[in-house]
């Protein structure tokens, strides 16, 4: 089984690289905290006091809570080493979280570390925005994995590649199909934990396979910002909330596309299907 | 019953083409949905979600049998319209808005009343095909009588609940066309293709 440790393979050379493995680990260690079952220092009953004057020794669990501070603190620590070239991040999925076009994320693929972090907080904020107000309790993100997508992506094309990659509507579907593959192969979203079915056109879909669904309606809100200028919705939530009925509404086809023998193609015409009949 | 509701106007983008499209397609249902509340003082609303349901459904339908628009143009937007009714239905793409439903005073003679949604969703369908059939045939088609009577409006909703279906076949029935009651959502037994197939 494929190890859920936030570091990346190889630590980057770059301070925010490290800065995004360590708040990565921490987010880890905050979202255990929170979810996996154990006394909670402040759901235990008080114990009465012991009529001798022997001290009160002092318990014996480590705290779930305290784990969670100390998540917290590290999250900090980590920002304050990393100084500036680390922004402040956490709670950017509080706030709706506006995409740029698919084309102006390929052009940042080939950029610096810190270029690229713009579009791993979007996607990493967005996924996480669209998750909790599908109604999930809590979700894992791992977001160094959402960053070294698109560095991988941008290293394994040429110039002239990227170039042609936006010259068609074709070839930007492709593209988006490429990122959206990318993404899901990585599993950035490594757990979500809904109390309830969640408010979507695919609730089980979600539940079941978050990183295809949510990287789908992600990479279509990206893709259409280029395709569709007029007719979309403009505020944020509003147009993730049209594309995740949009992918919920052709569910069994974006799986089959996912699952056949090629599945970049197969996506790509997919997409290019769904973008044709949006506006 | 009044004037009827859903005529479009004229526009730049034939009424085909936009109603391929989901975001004009549910424009033009949004107009006309506006219309009825203008009218009759109630407000519809369009449930997003199932409306791109519905509508990716039909344009399934739509794409399998573009072939049959080759055969018989006329009856292929005639059907092809009747399933968009149909899965508008099924899905359930609009409602009353919640607190509006109590102002309702059904009775089945007024048709508008009696079934908002219904009426809304038929009234759309007859004037996107209307539309379609003047832009792409350069034919004017006009509904049937059975448009204005309670009793054929009764029994569309009541069977219109266990098979949805029939809803293409009620539509022909609206545009004066021979049902096919049976297997209304198979476009090889429709009573068009039948008498096409005799004659050859």
Known sequence: ???????????????????????????????????????????????????????????????????????????????????????????????????????????LSRGSAKTLRKFSMAYYAAAKRMIMQSGAADVL???????ATLEQMGAASSAPQAASATASRSALCLACAQLALSLIEMQPIRSTRFETL?????????????????????????????????????????????????????????????????????????????????? | MGQPICSLEVQQLPTWKRVRKLTLCRQLLQQCCDEY???????????DRQFTTAFFAWIEVVERNADYRHQNALDYFQFVFGVLLRDLLREKAIHVKKDASTQLRPSPGNIADWWPTGYVLTYFCIGTLKATVHEQCAVEIHPSDALSQPAVWQSFRENMIEEPGLAIAFFDKFM?????????TEI?????????????
């Open chain 2, 176 to 184: 004066g066309l021979e049902p096919n009651w049976r297997e209304p």
């Open chain 1, 198 to 279: 969640p408010d979507a056109n695919a609730p089980w879909w979600l539940v079941t396979e978050p990183n295809a669904y949510v990287f789908l309606v992600l990479s279509l809100t990206s893709l259409a910002k280029d395709t569709c200028p007029s007719g979309i919705p403009t505020e944020p939530d509003a147009a993730v909330r049209f594309f995740s009925d949009v992918v919920g509404a052709r569910e069994a086809a974006f799986r089959q596309a996912l699952k056949g023998p090629e599945p970049q193609h197969a996506l790509s015409q997919e997409l290019e299907y769904v973008i044709t009949h949006l506006c």
């Open chain 1, 141 to 147: 993100i791992f977001e160094h994995r959402i960053c």
């Open chain 2, 37 to 47: 509340g203008e009218r009759h003082a109630l407000q519809i609303e369009i449930d």
């Open chain 1, 1 to 107: 089984m494929e190890s859920k440790s936030p570091l990346p393979q190889h630590l980057s050379r770059d301070i925010s690289q490290l800065g995004l493995a360590l708040r990565d680990c921490a987010r880890q260690l905050r979202y255990a905290a929170r979810n996996v079952p154990g006394p909670i220092r402040s759901d235990r009953p008080l114990a009465p006091r012991p009529s001798s004057a022997t001290p009160l020794k002092p318990p014996s669990y480590l705290s779930l809570e305290s784990v969670a501070h100390l998540a917290d603190d590290l999250i900090e620590t980590a920002e304050s080493f990393a100084g500036h070239a680390v922004p402040t991040l956490q709670d950017h999925w509080k706030s709706p979280v506006p995409l740029q076009p698919l084309t102006a994320y390929l052009e």
């Open chain 2, 188 to 200: 090889s037994n429709r009573p068009a293709v039948a008498g096409r197939s005799s004659k050859n």
